[in-house]
């Protein structure tokens, strides 16, 4: 008969003198030796505790916890239940004080109840299973969780008692585990599916995995028409590249300081109804199976946008004529002198201010200034090129940059301002009002390389223009 080794030792410490010639005994042993090889399958406590059921100090509990069965505490019953052999295994020491040889049951103190115990002994008999129950034992050792296995052999029952204690923690700390994943699994459920943002996962390979309520009740991006398919088919071509390479930023990417990836980029979207919008994409990785994924939330910035471009507008233009305001214009006056410098480029300035525009107001009225002012922007912007900007720089005087002109073209710009203002006839509530207006140029030179030098010389000249009878144009001097 092979036997186990710890169940070897345990009989050479029972029957140092060698075992005894008895087949009940033998029988006895081949039964125990089967129960010891089936012991061999205990799991570890990695098994018990998966990383993805606990981590932390839940798991190290655990882990401290491990299962270490062996040995067992054999007691060997003859057909009156009395004691023949006794063995204490692990948990059991603190009984080793007295003899249990041929004692009766009730004597036994590490069985829970005589009564119930000899009820199992003798339903054993008369089983061909091996019968097996739990009970709990209060002990010098505290609590003990006993498990215990009965079968008969000819002339007698086995009990074979393991404490059990430390497993059924271990499998009650994996029970909890398992529980508090699963409802953080499903409170992740419910934070994705009814999160007010729309949210996508997307595996390694760029296909769908994941849509949530919002993305499929805001933006038709419905769950079922998208698993599986790729990410960027939801993407306008224009965007694609944009996309594919914050992708890949984000899949391969380091971890910022606060422990994650994630960016976002105005991305044009495409719903497989062929609606297309501006969306603010989010991405960011999560990993899932040892791969990164990439995880998205999209959000329609149209409107945004819309009114972001109409904050723009209002902050940078005059209300009443459409001129960028002053500071605008000087703001990009500058800009464009420094560019035009840098680059060895021509640029020019021209002021201009109404003729006599008080006597405007006294004689039509004030609105009727104004329409004269809103008019006269509207006809010089049909003669400005589209590098060309107009600002209006206070009252009824304003300025046209023109980029890339040298003095004497600027000249003939102004010139032609002159005589269109000259041949324009305003109509405000009936009457037809005529305007002229003045002009003064200057260019970018040696001598006037800063803006601020070349709009005081601009206004010199107007100052010359209109000191000389207005209605003219006249170049700065150098
Ligand atoms: N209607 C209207 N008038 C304005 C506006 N801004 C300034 N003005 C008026 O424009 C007039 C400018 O008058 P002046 O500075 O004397 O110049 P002018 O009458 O054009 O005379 P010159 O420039 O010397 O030819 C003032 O009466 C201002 O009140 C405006 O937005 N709308």
Redesign the pocket.
Known sequence: MIMHHLLLDQVNQSFPGGLPDNEQLRQFLFNVSETYNNLEQVVTPEEWVPDSCCQGPKKEKAKSVTPLPFPDTLLLFDADNNILCCSLGKGFESFADREYHQQPLEVVPFVHDATVFTEVLNKAVSSEDILSFDYQLESSEGKQHIEARIYAYPGGTVAVLRDVSELRLAESLRRDSYQRAKNTQEQLMQVFSSAPVAMMVCDEQGEITMVNTYAEAHYGLMAEQLIGKTAEALISPASLPRYRDLAEQVLTGDLNNMGYIGVHADIEVRTPTGRRFLAEVGFSRIFYMGRPWLAHTFADITERKRLESELRILASTDP?TGALNRRQFLLNAEREVNSARRHGQALSLVVM??????????NF??????A??KEMVAILSTILRQQDQLGRL????FAVLLPGTEIAAAERVAERFRTCLDDARIEHQGEVIKLTA?FGVAGLCREYDQFFDIINAADDALYEA?SRG?NRVACAEL
Do not use: C, P, Q, Y
Request: proline share 0%; net charge negative.
């Open positions: 009443l201010d109404v003729d006599w525009f008080k006597t405007i107001n006294d009225g004030h609105a009727a200034g104004d004269v002012l206070g009252g009824e005087e003045s209109k207005r």
